[in-house]
């Protein structure tokens, strides 16, 4: 079961600083790497040093994001949100991480 449908929908960080995308980059595997490069681009204009955007969805009931319930498949939203669990972003925005256990 998806923890975000027990506890509600959780938001992924839109930004990502390049340090730690390259962090994630080197310490995810399989699906939870594949999401990460796939929905974060490199937005070089970004200062300092650039950061990784959350790509734009292509239309809002995007599958391959959102996952298909009656096909029993997981989308790239919950997946990234198990990866990014833990990590530390911009408290502004994000709080004091990202927690799916947040109500």
């Not at 390259?22 to 300092?48: C, F, I, K, M």
Request: glycine fraction near 10%; include cysteine.
């Amino acid at each position: 079961m998806q923890q975000s449908s027990k506890y509600g929908y959780t938001a992924l960080p839109r930004e990502i600083s390049r340090e730690l995308f390259e962090q994630l980059v080197g310490r995810l595997t399989g699906d939870a790497l594949q999401a990460l490069q796939s929905w974060y681009v490199l937005d070089e204009n970004a200062l300092p040093h650039g950061e990784y955007v959350l790509r734009d969805l292509a239309d809002i009931n995007d599958k391959s994001f959102w996952g298909d319930k009656a096909a029993g498949t997981e989308g790239a939203q919950s997946i990234l949100v198990q990866a990014l669990k833990g990590c530390a972003f911009d408290t502004e925005y994000m709080g004091e991480g990202l927690s799916v256990n947040r109500r």
